[in-house]
């Protein structure tokens, strides 16, 4: 037990610095970095859009992609082999972190639940007794009440900062130094 203890700890710390050192060492790299910089066209506030952020996009098209930015050049950025220029971009959707941590929450505590109120539902209609009359009658809310969570939860998966380009916010690359 000592010794699985001490190998656990070991790839623990031990493979998060490897990582480290690599990102660390691409950082430094002597060709350019690019990134995606937002701007709030009334505020002045930026947000800036690295490679592997997840974002949703919306060209003015109608062509939509979901996914990891994946390079980002000079005037394009691809997300999925999907090559967007700076012009075409009508909105890009970034999840946020505490409406993703919300909608888990609630998304694993609905299914949780909706098992609970199945399960009351199906050991009281298995009684022909008093007891499984009342486990029937607190199941069927229970469940109802997770299927709400459920359904909340996957929303909250779904939603998140929307800028609008050209209305909203200015989009450009900016070149890391």
């Known amino acids: 037990m000592k010794n699985t203890l001490i ?93 993703r941590i919300v909608g888990c929450a609630l998304f694993g505590s609905g299914v949780g639940i909706t098992g609970l109120g199945t399960v009351f539902i199906i050991e009281g209609l298995s009684n022909a007794t008093m007891a499984g009359v009342i486990l029937v009658v607190m199941g069927i809310p229970l469940a109802g009440v997770g299927l709400l969570a459920t359904a909340v939860g996957g929303v909250f998966l779904l939603i998140g900062k929307k800028y609008n380009i050209d209305k909203k916010y200015a989009i450009s690359i900016v070149s890391e130094e």
């Open 7 to 99: 190998i656990m700890l070991i790839v623990f710390f031990w493979v998060p610095s490897i990582k480290a050192q690599t990102k660390e060492d691409t950082l430094y790299s002597p060709e350019k970095h690019y990134t995606i910089q937002l701007t709030h066209l009334a505020k002045g506030k930026t947000k800036i859009l690295t490679e592997g952020n997840n974002i949703k996009v919306l060209d003015k098209s109608g062509r939509k992609v979901k996914g990891r930015i994946t390079s980002i050049e000079e005037d394009y950025f691809v997300i999925c082999n999907d090559t967007f220029s700076l012009d075409t971009v009508d909105y890009i959707r970034k999840p946020l972190l505490g409406t």
